[in-house]
């Protein structure tokens, strides 16, 4: 089976402008979580969807914002970058919402806002 | 908000050493898992304990959870140059707000 996909991996953008990152789950997979991984802040929740509804947000601008298609597959937008954005963005996805699941991670994509 | 902390930041050590990793948290939780990750690339699942679990295995794995103590310790056996990454502890709390807390990671390096 294959595992979480991301596209792009990689991504260079400028301040001010937006990007739109997105995540393919595991086949099967209904929740999908993204994650944000900064050296000084480490791994830092952003939101968790499952059937197409937003469950769950972390402590992120309105900046940040995702959705989540019909086949499970997530996007997630940041407008109007910051250079504080630069991050590996990171997400997961799991069979179902839920203490219980286990979250399995895609590779990333790393942004770099110049 | 960073919910576990690992101990030690970073630990080096020689193939076939075991090493030790800590983690401790600060709120109940419903289970505690961990995860590796190789130079900034995603995390790959290593295992899970259940908050009424005290210890489990994996392979050269061992897991253990002291509840009352709020804290998690990692035990890898024998170690490889391969076990060389990041390991990195979980809380997740339960409840309708589910979502993973991270601590900042132990980098481990092991020498050939």
């Known amino acids: 089976k294959a595992g979480v996909t991301q596209t792009p991996r990689y991504l260079i953008k400028t301040r001010g402008q937006q990007v739109t990152l997105s995540c393919s789950p595991i086949s099967g997979h209904r929740s999908v979580s993204w994650y944000q991984q900064t050296p000084g802040q480490g791994l830092q929740f952003l939101f968790e969807y499952f059937s197409e509804t937003q469950r769950n947000k972390g402590n992120f601008p309105g900046r940040f914002s995702g959705r989540q298609f019909s086949n499970s597959r997530s996007e997630m937008n940041v407008s109007t970058l910051e250079l504080g954005d630069s991050a590996l963005y990171l997400c997961a ?22 | 908000s960073q919910q576990g902390e ?44 259940r908050s009424n679990e005290r210890e489990k295995h994996s392979g050269r794995l061992r897991v ?19 076990d060389t990454a990041s390991y990195f502890c979980a809380t997740n709390s339960g409840g309708s707000n589910y979502k993973l807390t991270f601590g900042k990671g132990t980098l481990l390096t092991v020498n050939p």
């Open chain 2, 64 to 82: 253990t959870l002291d509840t009352s103590k709020k804290s998690s310790s990692l035990l890898i056996t024998a170690s490889r140059a391969a």
């Open chain 1, 93 to 114: 996805s799991s069979l179902l919402p839920g203490p219980k699941e286990t979250q399995y991670f895609g590779p990333g994509t790393r942004l770099l806002v110049l």
């Open chain 2, 6 to 49: 690992e101990d030690p930041q970073a630990l080096s050590i020689q193939e076939g050493e075991n090493a030790t990793m800590n983690c401790s948290y600060k709120t109940s939780i419903n289970n505690l898992q961990w995860y590796r990750q190789n130079s900034g690339r995603g995390l790959v699942h290593l295992i899970l304990i």
